[in-house]
C-alpha cells in the first residue's frame, strides 16, 4: 500500500536477504519509523511488545524469525535444539492469534524435508517469502470477494453512502499487504462506490484511531473516528450498513476471537439488523478448536495500556497517567464472537456463513482437524 506515495509492505528483507525490515507501529500515526531485525532475540521483543502486531503479520514475522532462527542455529552444533528453542519462543510472544503457529508449523515442516544446514537455511527463507507472498495473496483475494458484497449492499442504498463500521486495525498494517476487514473497502473505494467507514477500537490500544485512520487516510477514504462505545447508537440511528471486522483465530465452527469489543459490537449489529461479517484468511482457521468460548486463549497485557495513554504532545509522544496509580486494572485484549452472531465470513477463496458445514465446503481438505 501507499504512504506518502510511496508502496510499502508491513515486512521485508534488505536486498541480500539477510535482515528483515518492518514499520514500528508503535510510532503511528505521529511517525513512520522502520526497524531493522536481525536476531530472534529482537523479533521475540517485537512481536511482544507490538512492534509489529495483526494475525497475517504476526505469521510472516513468525516466517522471518524462523529464518533468522535457523542462521542463529547453524554455528552452534546443536542446529535442531537450537531452532526448537527459538521456535518456541517465537509461538508464545503473542498466545491468541493463531498464524505465528500456523506459520512456525509450516517452517518447521519444511525444514525438516532439506538435508544439509545449508539447504534447512535456504528452505527457511523460501518458506518465509512464500508466508509473506501468500498472506498479500490471500488480503488480495479477501478484497475482491468481499467487493461483491459491499456491492450488493450499496446497491440498496440507491445513490446514498455506504456505511462501513470496523473495529481495530485489520488493515494492511496488520497483514502484509491490502489487510482483511479493509481489503473489500480498498476495493470498493477504487471501483467508485461511494463509502464512509466508521472506525473504533479506541480503547485500550487506539489500533482504531491511530491505525486504520491512518491508513485510511493515506489512501484518501472517507472515515469517521468515533469511541468505542459509539457503535450501537450509530446502528440504532440507522447509520451503519454493514460491520466488517477482521479475527486472529477462529475455529472450525466460525467462533472468532478479535480485539476486545468486537462481541459487543456483533450483539448490537445483531440488535438492529445490521450485517455483521468477519474476514480471514485460511491462515487464521484454527481447525484443532470447535467452541471458542471455551477453547481460544485470550492474551491479558500490561495494565499500563489502560492506565496511561500516549499521543502527540508539542511536537513529542508522551503518555500520561488518566486512573489512580493505585487503581488495579484488568487488560483483556481479545474477545469471542459465537458464529451465531456472524453474517458471513469472507476468506480468499469466497464467502460462508459462519459455521463447520459452510467453511468445511470452501476448505473440503480441513475435513479431518490436523
Ligand atoms: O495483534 P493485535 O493485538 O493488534 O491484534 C488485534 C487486532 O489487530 C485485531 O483483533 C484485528 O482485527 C485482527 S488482526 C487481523
Same mark, same amino acid.
Given at each position: ?104 508449523k509450516r517452517q518447521m515442516q519444511a525444514i525438516s524435508q532439506a538435508n ?9 527463507f523460501k518458506t518465509a517469502e512464500l508466508i509473506a507472498d501468500e498472506d ?69 490500544? @487506539?489500533? *482504531?484511531?491511530?491505525? $486504520?485512520?491512518?491508513? /485510511?487516510? #493515506?489512501?484518501? +477514504?472517507?472515515?469517521?473516528? =468515533? ?55 485460511s491462515s487464521t482457521f484454527d481447525w484443532n478448536m470447535r467452541d471458542g ?37 484488568? @487488560?483483556? *485484549?481479545?474477545?469471542? $464472537?459465537?458464529?451465531? /452472531?456472524? #453474517?458471513?465470513? +469472507?476468506?480468499?477463496?469466497? =464467502? ?19
Amino acid at each position: 500500500m501507499q504512504v506518502q506515495g510511496k508502496n510499502y509492505r508491513t515486512i521485508w528483507l534488505d536486498e541480500n536477504n539477510e535482515n528483515v525490515y518492518i514499520i514500528d507501529q508503535r510510532f503511528l500515526p505521529h511517525r513512520f519509523v522502520i526497524e531493522e531485525i536481525s536476531t530472534v532475540d529482537q523479533m521475540v521483543v517485537a512481536i511482544k511488545d507490538m512492534h509489529l502486531r495483526g494475525a497475517g503479520l504476526l505469521g510472516a514475522a513468525a516466517g522471518y524469525g524462523i529464518f533468522l532462527a535457523a542462521k542463529e542455529a547453524a554455528p552452534t552444533g546443536d542446529f535442531e535444539n537450537v531452532l526448537n528453542i527459538s521456535a518456541k519462543r517465537i509461538c508464545e510472544a503473542r498466545p491468541t492469534a493463531v498464524n505465528p503457529e500456523w506459520a512456525v508449523k509450516r517452517q518447521m515442516q519444511a525444514i525438516s524435508q532439506a538435508n544439509s544446514i545449508e539447504e534447512k537455511i535456504k528452505t527457511s527463507f523460501k518458506t518465509a517469502e512464500l508466508i509473506a507472498d501468500e498472506d498479500a495473496e490471500c488480503c488480495r483475494m479477501i478484497g475482491r470477494n468481499g467487493f461483491s458484497l459491499l456491492k450488493q449492499i450499496a446497491e440498496t442504498k440507491k445513490g446514498k453512502t455506504l456505511n462501513i463500521l470496523t473495529h481495530c486495525n485489520a488493515g494492511w498494517l496488520a497483514f502484509v499487504d491490502y489487510g482483511s476487514a479493509t481489503a473489500p473497502i480498498y476495493e470498493a473505494f477504487s471501483e467508485g462506490i461511494d463509502l464512509h467507514v466508521w472506525v473504533d477500537e479506541t480503547r485500550p490500544r @487506539n489500533q *482504531g484511531a491511530s491505525l $486504520t485512520a491512518w491508513e /485510511l487516510l #493515506n489512501q484518501q +477514504i472517507p472515515h469517521t473516528i =468515533i469511541t468505542d462505545n459509539a457503535g450501537g447508537y450509530l446502528m440504532q440511528q440507522g447509520m451503519v450498513d454493514l460491520v466488517i471486522t477482521g479475527a486472529d483465530r477462529v475455529t472450525r465452527q466460525g467462533d472468532a476471537a478479535n480485539k476486545i469489543g468486537t462481541y459487543l459490537k456483533a450483539l448490537a449489529a445483531k440488535d438492529n439488523n445490521v450485517p455483521f461479517y468477519v474476514a480471514l484468511p485460511s491462515s487464521t482457521f484454527d481447525w484443532n478448536m470447535r467452541d471458542g468460548v471455551k477453547e481460544i486463549p485470550i492474551e491479558q497485557r500490561d495494565p499500563a495500556e489502560i492506565k496511561f495513554v500516549s499521543g502527540l504532545n508539542d511536537g513529542e509522544i508522551k503518555e500520561v497517567l488518566i486512573t489512580p496509580a493505585d487503581s488495579a486494572a484488568a @487488560n483483556y *485484549g481479545f474477545d469471542i $464472537t459465537p458464529s451465531r /452472531l456472524i #453474517n458471513g465470513l +469472507i476468506t480468499e477463496r469466497g =464467502i460462508c456463513k459462519a459455521n463447520e458445514n459452510d467453511i468445511l465446503n470452501l476448505f473440503p481438505e480441513k475435513m479431518q482437524p490436523a
